[in-house]
């Protein structure tokens, strides 16, 4: 599958930014979770709808990684966050969801 980072209007890529400034194992972590969503090895990943279609993929201390898959050839990734109480920080809430109606009207999809 080919991944989608979510990139700002200037080209930053938010998830690796965010993936870099984890410590070294959570960093190791995060990288290996983006090569099985690659590879397409859901079953060795822990995964669960968020809201919608939108899904979300722990990883070390609680990082999590939103994304949507549209069709059998792409995953895009909305947002990484750290998720620290039991359910998602309002300001995460508000990015993942304005991203994902982004996302949406861009290809002609509904995921929230």
């Avoid at 993936?19 to 669960?48: A, C, M, P, W």
């Avoid at 947002?79 to 994902?100: F, G, P, S």
Wanted: aromatic fraction near 10%; hydrophobic fraction near 30%.
């Amino acid at each position: 599958m080919k991944l989608h980072p979510y990139k700002t209007s200037g080209g930053k890529d938010l998830i690796m930014d965010y993936i870099d400034k984890l410590d070294v194992n959570e960093r190791i972590d995060g990288l290996s979770v983006l090569q099985k969503l690659k590879n397409n090895d859901f079953d060795s990943l822990t995964t669960k709808t968020w809201q919608g279609k939108v899904l979300e993929v722990y990883f070390y201390k609680h990082n999590r990684i939103f994304y949507v898959v549209p069709d059998e050839q792409n995953i895009y990734l909305l947002h990484a966050c750290r998720k620290q109480k039991n359910k998602t920080e309002q300001i995460d809430k508000d990015k993942i969801i304005k991203r994902a109606k982004e996302l949406g009207e861009t290809l002609s999809k509904k995921f929230i």
